[in-house]
DNA sequence: ATTATACATGTTTGTATTGACATGTTTTAT
DNA sequence: ATAAAACATGTCAATACAAACATGTATAAT
């Protein structure tokens, strides 16, 4: 389906940029439901470059070093509008190898189980501190029409999912916890 | 890190299954957390045989019809345990495609999107309703040494997940209709 | 009888993805 | 001065995964 094709190009729709900053990108801001290596974009970029959808310009760091600023073209912008509209069918839920733990548990004596909870738990309530770190920097909702919209719009859902693991992780260890129960 | 190994060990652990039924498995009990092929099964299975983890007898039904009904060895229990037993990293977010599109959102009109979250929300609704009639054949919670256990913790989760979904979905749409924001 | 569905097991091809290998420059802090 | 961190771009090998190809048998419904 080349998803990261049209990650790079959605991205590339706001300004030009390197193949460097677009990694970045991707494993920072983007990092709430996407990510791609160096390794995997750079060989993208080359393609998408064939193919006519981006171009770019080498720009020089002090005295040698290159960076090719990349720039979607016409096409490239038609190509991905056409992607952004099409309405796609509802994606398979995400493998998660902690709840596949989870299914197993049976396995593991209750001590175990609980500690195992609890180190996910510690986990992602960090990862939802950082979030609402980044969520104070937004006073009101961004106008519709700018970018800052959609990075509010995944940013909520970025919480809220993170709130949501960390209810079903202290109901499961609720459960575990549960004395004498027959 | 070999999850599919560990899967299929984990479900080899309840019951002997032949390959088509631990396929079954995974399209229907396990999806709501894990799936796969059979054209990935039935290879892993042969290497787990290799690997000495797994034995299997041949089953005839019918006149000719062979399955191999697989049973996990004591080294294969003995690998499975010790991998339930760790305590892992909290695992990267998942890919989303929709949450990328609406992150690019900005680029498109107000109608195309709502027009894109009500038909996400059509589907996870649907999907909700499905896991909350799974969920009724629960009377009470399952006792927690059994299979059963680990059966009603990963669907409680799912259920949880799909509510979230649909909450953030339904905030979404009340921001692409607030009118007159400025 | 015939047809559809479920049972049953495999291989092959193409793509996606990760992690390591590989090389170098520029800037910032000490 | 020098060391560390950030900038910058690429390739390669291994794994993971999906979709299609390939080939049948057994059972239930009509």
Redesign the pocket.
């Known amino acids: 389906?080349?998803?990261?094709?049209y990650a790079i190009l959605g991205l590339l729709c706001r300004h030009p940029m390197?193949?460097?900053?677009i990694?970045?990108e991707f494993n920072s801001e983007l990092a709430e439901f996407w990510?791609?290596?160096?390794?995997?974009i750079?060989?993208e970029?080359?393609k998408l470059n064939e193919e006519g959808l981006v171009n770019y310009d080498i720009?020089?760091?002090?005295?040698?070093?290159?960076?090719?600023?990349y720039t979607i073209t016409e096409e490239g912008y038609k190509d991905f509008k056409k992607w952004l509209n099409k309405d796609e069918k509802m994606q398979?839920t995400p493998?998660d190898i902690f709840r596949l733990r989870m299914y197993f548990s049976g396995n593991l004596n209750v001590e175990t189980r609980i500690r195992l909870l609890e180190s996910q738990h510690l986990q992602h309530h960090k990862r939802l501190n950082t979030l609402k770190k980044k969520y104070e920097q937004y006073s009101e909702v961004p106008p519709r029409d700018s970018d800052r919209f959609g990075d509010f719009l995944v940013l909520r859902g970025a919480i809220m999912r993170q709130e949501n693991i960390i209810a079903w992780l202290e109901e499961c260890i609720g459960y575990c916890k549960e004395d004498d129960r027959d």
């Open positions: 389906m080349r998803s990261l094709k390197t193949g460097y900053e990694a970045k990510y791609a290596n160096h390794s995997q750079y060989p970029l080359k720009e020089i760091s002090g005295e040698i070093l290159e960076a090719k600023r398979k493998k």
